[in-house]
Each structure stands twice: as structure tokens, then as C-alpha cells.
């Protein structure tokens, strides 16, 4: 994507995180959105197909890092999979990000749809990383378990890194939820 | 709920399984499901708020099973009142269900908008079991990874419990799902 085209984006979900934050989700228009960034609507709707996507990646592009770290990992056991896939997913939540992480969350706690929408993305990855596992040779079964614990440690790692207060690095708190998931399955 | 308002009900889901198959979803109305049910459209509003519930009991009562389990179980570990609450979950799933939970299956399937109720039905299932360990002492962490733990459990033994040719029943099915998590995760 040309730099231009970054800016664009950047700037339709500044503003319209800002309005939604202002205002509440359902009393913003897409034309509001636009104009706050200095576009157009039909700019908008060059980058987004409707006011809902404005806060989501594209769901490639978030899932991208994520299989891009299965994808480079030599082993073929299903766990060790996962962890290269969050480990890679991991990298996109730099601490200058977190701001915006936090500022983007507390939108989305406020509005079903796109609490809806969110869950959307996190099936949809969850979905992919099956299908990634099971190309790899794992056994269906075990893929889905796999690939919704790493869902499961990505979204609760996700919760603990935007709390107020929290310092540790993405990759640093994900570590922690993983192990805490292995320590809570190991008994029994 | 009185007799013949179970009976509407099961008339209503039964009538609309049938269409949805038959038909796709997208194409039967309200006022056919009623029609095919011997009932009026009225009727069908005072069971359910719209087309895409008819599918899907009330949450109360699908969580219902599920919390009685978990509230019954007197230890305070975080995962063994979330087997407590499967185990009692999985009761609901009895052997003559089958047949109708495959149908189901096969046009939730075939249904973006019910693929989507279905996510939200077990976004609900995690939340509220998450709330419930909470209230048991369990931290807010460990409380979410084992009430998703539980409900990617539950998911898994559902897809398999009603693949072809699967004859175990729903609880042997899930304990084999859950003894796999554990393996899977014992390791690392």
C-alpha cells in the first residue's frame, strides 16, 4: 500500500476513534468520520466498507503475522506451532501502540457491535490457524484445540497489556498467560 | 413454562429447521414458520424476538446447565469446577438429540447470521462461567483461561459428537476432548 494510502487510513480511524469516544459509536456518520480526517466519504469507502470496519485491519492483515510465525516454524507439533504463530502475532503490539490499544478497547467494550465484530476477527483467526495446523498434518481435533487455546491466550494477554498500570511488553505478558494455561492444564 | 408453551416452541423450532433446510434461511419468513408450525405470527413473537432466535433457546437456559454444575461442585480450583460445569452442560446432550443437533448444525453451517449468534451464544457461555470462578475466589486471569479452556472444550466434543458416524455419547465424547487439551498442553 502507498504511503499516501497509510496516511489515509490512519486518519479516518484517528477520527473516527475520537468521534466514537466523544459521542458513542451510534451517533456518528461515516460523513462525520470523513470530514474530521479532511477526506472524503467516498474516500471512506475506498478503505473501509462501513462505518463497523473503521477500527479493524483488514482481517488478512491481522492474520498475517500470525501465520507467518507458523509458517516459519520447522517443528510440526501443534503447540509449538501456536507459540511461533503468537509469538510472531505478538510483534504488531508495540509500547507505542498501547495508547491507542487502550483508547480503541474501551470503545469496543461500549458497543455491541463491535464487540460482535471483534469476536468476528478472533473466530476468524481462530478458524485460520485450524486450517494452518491441520495443512501442517495435525489431526483435526488437536488442531481446533490448539489453535483456540492460542486464540484464548492471545485475547486474555491482550486484556492484561491494556490494563491500567500494566509496563510489560506484549510478548512479555503473552508469555505469562501461556504458561499460566499450561500450569492450569497440567494438573488434572 | 407451561406445557403447551414448550410444545409451541418445539413446533416453531421444528417447523423452522425444517424451512431453513429446505429453503435456506435467507428465504423463509416469520409468517411461514407459523403457518408451518399450526400457529400464528403472533405466537411466534411471544416465543422469540426474531427469526434468528428460533434456533437457539434463551441463554438463561443453555447457561443454566452449565452454572448449576459449577455451583453444585464444592472444591474452589479453577478447573475442576469448570469439568464440573461441562459434565453437567454435556446432560443436555442426550442421544436422542443427536439427529436434531446434526440438522441444526447443518444450516447454522450454512448461515453467516447464525454462525454468528452461535459465537455470541458461547462468547456469552465464557463470560459468564468467567464470572461465576470469579465469584468462587478464582483470580480474573486464570478464571478467563479456564472458562474458555472449558468452552473450547465444549465446542470440540460438540463438532465431534455429531460427526458422521459418531455413536459415543456427548459426556464420554467431551471427557476424551478434555483429557486431549490436557495432553496437549502438559507438554511445553
Same mark, same amino acid.
Given at each position: 500500500?502507498?504511503?499516501?494510502?497509510?496516511?489515509?487510513?490512519?486518519?479516518?480511524?484517528?477520527?473516527?476513534?475520537?468521534?466514537?469516544?466523544?459521542?458513542?459509536?451510534?451517533?456518528?456518520?461515516?460523513?462525520?468520520?470523513?470530514?474530521?480526517?479532511?477526506?472524503?466519504?467516498?474516500?471512506?469507502?475506498?478503505?473501509?466498507?462501513?462505518?463497523?470496519?473503521?477500527?479493524?485491519?483488514?482481517?488478512?492483515?491481522?492474520?498475517?503475522?500470525? &501465520?507467518? +510465525? !507458523?509458517?516459519? /516454524?520447522? %517443528?510440526? *507439533? $501443534?503447540? #509449538?506451532?501456536?507459540? =511461533? @504463530?503468537?509469538?510472531?502475532?505478538?510483534?504488531?503490539?508495540?509500547?507505542?501502540?498501547?495508547?491507542?490499544?487502550?483508547?480503541?478497547?474501551?470503545?469496543?467494550?461500549?458497543?455491541?457491535?463491535?464487540?460482535?465484530?471483534?469476536?468476528?476477527?478472533?473466530?476468524?483467526?481462530?478458524?485460520? &490457524?485450524? +486450517? !494452518?495446523?491441520? /495443512?501442517? %498434518?495435525? *489431526? $483435526?481435533? #488437536?488442531?481446533?484445540? =490448539? @489453535?483456540?487455546?492460542?486464540?484464548?491466550?492471545?485475547?486474555?494477554?491482550?486484556?492484561?497489556?491494556?490494563?491500567?498500570?500494566?509496563?510489560?511488553?506484549?510478548?512479555?505478558?503473552?508469555?505469562?498467560?501461556?504458561?499460566?494455561?499450561?500450569?492450569?492444564?497440567?494438573?488434572?
Amino acid at each position: 500500500m502507498p504511503r499516501w494510502e497509510g496516511d489515509a487510513r490512519r486518519r479516518l480511524q484517528q477520527a473516527a476513534l475520537e468521534l466514537f469516544a466523544d459521542r458513542g459509536y451510534d451517533r456518528v456518520t461515516v460523513a462525520e468520520i470523513a470530514v474530521a480526517a479532511g477526506l472524503t466519504e467516498r474516500t471512506f469507502y475506498r478503505h473501509y466498507a462501513d462505518k463497523r470496519e473503521v477500527l479493524f485491519r483488514g482481517p488478512d492483515e491481522f492474520e498475517e503475522n500470525f &501465520l507467518r +510465525g !507458523a509458517a516459519e /516454524e520447522t %517443528g510440526d *507439533d $501443534a503447540m #509449538t506451532l501456536v507459540v =511461533a @504463530a503468537l509469538e510472531r502475532g505478538a510483534g504488531f503490539f508495540s509500547p507505542e501502540r498501547r495508547p491507542w490499544s487502550r483508547a480503541r478497547q474501551a470503545v469496543v467494550d461500549a458497543t455491541p457491535a463491535l464487540q460482535e465484530r471483534e469476536l468476528l476477527k478472533l473466530s476468524a483467526l481462530a478458524s485460520t &490457524l485450524t +486450517g !494452518a495446523l491441520t /495443512e501442517r %498434518g495435525v *489431526d $483435526a481435533v #488437536t488442531a481446533a484445540l =490448539a @489453535a483456540e487455546s492460542g486464540v484464548t491466550v492471545f485475547r486474555t494477554a491482550f486484556a492484561v497489556w491494556i490494563g491500567a498500570g500494566e509496563e510489560r511488553s506484549f510478548p512479555e505478558v503473552q508469555q505469562g498467560v501461556l504458561a499460566q494455561l499450561h500450569g492450569l492444564l497440567a494438573r488434572g
